[in-house]
């Protein structure tokens, strides 16, 4: 199964909104065994929220950008290692799995830090050699990977001691002995002691607080002749002999005290660059994938050479500028659109339709009809409303006789009359004075690059010009400010009343320009625009010829 994301462009209106969902509905009619998903790429507006509200028809999910994330290429399936297991367990699966990087968890499932050869090598070959090295015992551990048998269970199931053996003359034993134990620490110093055949040690031992005793070479039988009754700690007889017994006994030690707890971890929604960056200053192949405290992946450099794209289907734009932020990072399959062709690169042949239409509903409308696949009513219903919106109900000169049809069509499938169902969309306009400017130009602003000049036109439709002369010098400041934010050198504001059908266009400062506009200029950077209604077909062909003569007189 693929799944691709269905995107409409950013700032998205009513038509990029429901010709996403209606086009990602479409294509998993058409394809049933893949996965299509609807998206947006920033906040809906009061329009697009009260026609998915009005039908009950959840609002896509959000997506801010296609940067690849950790998500995108952790695994899941991972072998893992309980705390508590001996090192040994861990040096096997190591083997077995041929793995580079080892989770460690608590036994309630708990992300508890990572081994790797690295703490292996630490632990087998250690730099300080000077002092007796210190182990964490769980004797719980001992016949996991001793040959043998306990034959008594101590008090204390886990303690961190030094190692003995008892392989000399009783004498020396007990000289060597008190000189490791310290009288003020006495209890907490006694080591874990390896002995063999050796009964005057091993009958002294079982009188002292040795937390554990480990006989090896010892006949069964003679057990039976020691006095266990008075000694707390845990005694296990080994099959193997000293030698042996000590080498094996170290993997016995529990993982936790020697998993790393310090490794950088990562989180799903981290972009890749951060795990690269991590991975890059670390020793480790493979970075834990955790939240809330648990294990949900892992992250190894060989996933970051050529990372997965996601696969996304454009509707309403084909520019990289109108986009979602990393568009550049993932597998465009497929482009429905009805604006001009500034085309996103491609490494591969992609299905593309587009038609000088009125709305990018009207082309997923002809889809629906050219494949015949059924148009439900709350489809109808999203569709219709994408077309009268960004027609204006059929006013705008974009619109055309294949949208007058299918308006026709999707009404009756829709139950709704359309003139109807159009003044209540637009009913849910706010005034300007009601609205924060900023977020009215970013939410519908589009970015165009002609002659080396990066410019933005962004349109709010209202129904009343009432209050556009008090609110102009906030619009102004607003324009200027995300003038800069979007590094443009010149950015305006289309305001159109879509009952008169009538314009005017606010813009930020920029005098080269703006002298060769055909528009009539009513005060400073504001121009009236009586009978525009259309960005695309009637304000943004002005403004590319603005820029080409303002471009030719510059090369001069």
């Not at 509707?315 to 109108?322: A, G, K, L």
Request: glycine share 4%.
């Amino acid at each position: 199964m693929n799944t691709y994301y269905v995107l409409g462009h950013k700032n998205p209106d009513t038509d990029s909104i429901c010709a996403a969902n209606t086009y990602a509905w479409f294509k998993s009619k058409l394809n049933p065994l893949d996965k299509f998903i609807p998206a947006i790429c920033g906040t809906p507006n009061e329009t697009t929220e009260y026609v998915f509200s009005r039908f009950g028809i959840e609002i896509p999910e959000l997506i801010i950008d296609l940067h690849p994330r950790v998500s995108d290429v952790m695994l899941t399936d991972l072998a893992t290692i309980d705390e508590n297991e001996p090192i040994l367990s861990a040096i096997e699966k190591f083997e077995e799995g041929h793995i580079r990087t080892l989770p460690v968890l608590s036994n309630d499932g708990f992300y508890r830090g990572v081994l790797s050869i690295w703490e292996m090598s630490d632990f087998f070959m250690p730099k300080d050699f000077a002092n007796r090295p210190r182990y964490m015992f769980r004797p719980d551990n001992f016949a996991k990977v001793l040959p043998g048998e306990m034959i008594r269970q101590g008090q204390v199931a886990e303690f961190e001691t030094s190692l003995m053996v008892g392989a000399m003359q009783f004498d020396t034993f007990l000289n060597r002995l008190h000189k490791l134990v310290s009288k003020e620490e006495e209890h907490s110093n006694y080591p874990v002691l390896v002995v063999g055949d050796r009964k005057d040690i091993i009958e002294y031992a079982l009188k002292q607080p040795f937390p554990a005793i480990i006989l090896t070479g010892i006949d069964p039988s003679y057990r039976l002749t020691c006095d266990f009754s008075t000694y707390r700690g845990w005694l296990f007889v080994s099959e193997t002999d000293t030698a042996e017994t000590i080498r094996i006994l170290r993997t016995s030690v529990p993982v936790k005290a020697i998993a790393n707890k310090d490794v950088p971890i990562l989180v799903r929604t981290d972009y890749l660059k951060k795990a690269k960056e991590n991975l890059r200053n670390s020793y480790y192949r493979g970075l834990p994938v955790v939240e809330d405290n648990r294990l949900v992946g892992l992250v190894n450099s060989s996933a970051l050479v050529d990372p997965p794209r996601k696969k996304v289907i454009l509707v309403d734009h084909n520019e990289f500028s109108q986009s979602v932020e990393g568009i550049e990072n993932s597998e465009v399959c497929e482009i429905i659109d009805h604006h001009r062709i500034g085309m996103i690169k491609t490494v591969n042949p992609i299905y593309i339709y587009a038609k000088p239409l009125g709305s990018t509903c009207t082309l997923i409308y002809q889809h629906f009809i050219s494949y015949q696949v059924e148009i439900t009513k709350p489809i109808a219903s999203l569709l219709l409303a994408g077309i009268l919106a960004d027609t204006v109900i059929l006013r705008s000169p974009t619109a055309t006789a294949e949208d007058s049809k299918a308006v026709e069509h999707l009404s009756i499938l829709a139950g709704l009359d359309f003139n109807d169902f159009g003044r209540d969309l637009f009913s849910h306009i706010s005034n300007l004075s009601n609205l924060d400017p900023e977020m009215v130009i970013k939410e519908d602003m589009k970015i165009y690059t002609e002659h080396g000049l990066r410019f933005g036109i962004a349109q709010v439709e209202v129904i009343t010009f009432s209050d556009l002369e008090e609110v102009v010098e906030k619009y102004r400041i607003a324009l200027d400010k995300c003038k800069y934010e979007n590094q443009l050198q010149w950015l305006m504001l289309l305001v159109t009343n879509i009952l008169e059908e009538d314009s005017y266009l606010l813009m930020s400062a920029f005098p080269e320009t703006e002298k060769y506009l055909a528009f009539s200029k009513t005060q400073q950077q504001v121009y009236h625009l009586p009978g525009i209604l259309s960005r695309k077909k009637q304000l943004l062909p002005e403004i590319i010829r603005v820029v080409e003569k303002w471009y030719k007189e510059s090369q001069l």
